[in-house]
């Protein structure tokens, strides 16, 4: 494994915890805010993973650390936004009415007759509407946070791809391995914590998650070549 990338990926890990919970502030009924910051960490060590390469192909130094969160920033975001856009079973024209719906109600809740009067819909739209965003409201636009207009312009293709490598990968480790993990990372236990709610050893714990990482990030150094060798 390489050490550097560790380190990143461990320095970085409250950055990548933090976006999660803006964007499960923005989107609270997207999805649970564990699968945000299982995706959150994802993308960060897919950053990680990516930082040495993408470094050497445009002649960056991989020291100027910098550069390296809005870098993490962009990769995290953009995945967070696909795993919304992957759930988010409402329709564009769904949204839309109920954006019309939002605005003219200003907070307020407004007879149905009178929202169809004033947004030009028929009753039956506005109560279909209404019921339809009751079952599972998303109310963030995905394309609002887009990272798409930033300067980079990395493919989203490779963070899938390197995405894709690791949940195969943790999904192809045993139950300990995986519990490990979800306690550390996911209820962001310390290994101590991990260790006593798991009934094992510390050390047993440092040796549970050692291996883990590691296998994650052979899988994802493997990918990684993979996509560009």
């Not at 993408?54 to 795993?83: K, T």
């Not at 019309?100 to 007759?113: F, H, M, R, T």
């Not at 791809?161 to 391995?177: I, K, M, R, S």
Request: net charge negative; proline share 3%.
């Amino acid at each position: 494994m390489d050490a550097a990338m560790e380190q990143l990926v461990e320095t970085y890990m409250g950055l990548a915890q933090s976006l999660a919970q803006q964007v499960w502030r923005t989107a609270p009924h997207a999805l649970e805010l564990d699968e945000l910051r299982g995706i959150a960490y994802l993308g960060l060590t897919a950053a990680a993973a990516r930082w040495g390469p993408y470094c050497q192909e445009h002649q960056y130094s991989p020291d100027a650390l910098e550069f390296f969160r809005p870098f993490v920033v962009r990769r995290v975001r953009g995945a967070l936004i696909d795993a919304i856009r992957s759930s988010d079973w409402a329709t564009r024209s769904l949204r839309t009415r109920s954006r019309q719906i939002q605005e003219v109600s200003g907070g307020k809740n407004l007879p149905d007759a009178e929202v169809a009067a004033r947004t030009g819909l028929s009753i039956q739209e506005v109560r279909a509407t209404r019921r339809g965003m009751a079952q599972r409201p998303v109310s963030m636009e995905a394309e609002e946070l887009d990272p798409s207009a930033s300067d980079d312009v990395e493919s989203s293709a490779f963070t899938a791809t390197v995405l894709d490598a690791v949940v195969q990968t943790v999904n192809g480790l045993d139950d300990t391995h995986k519990t490990v993990l979800a306690l550390h990372y996911y209820r962001g236990m310390q290994l101590q914590q991990v260790a006593k709610t798991m009934g094992i050893t510390e050390t047993r714990a440092s040796q549970l998650h050692a291996y883990a990482v590691l296998t994650v990030h052979a899988a994802m150094a493997a990918a990684a070549a993979q996509e560009h060798p």
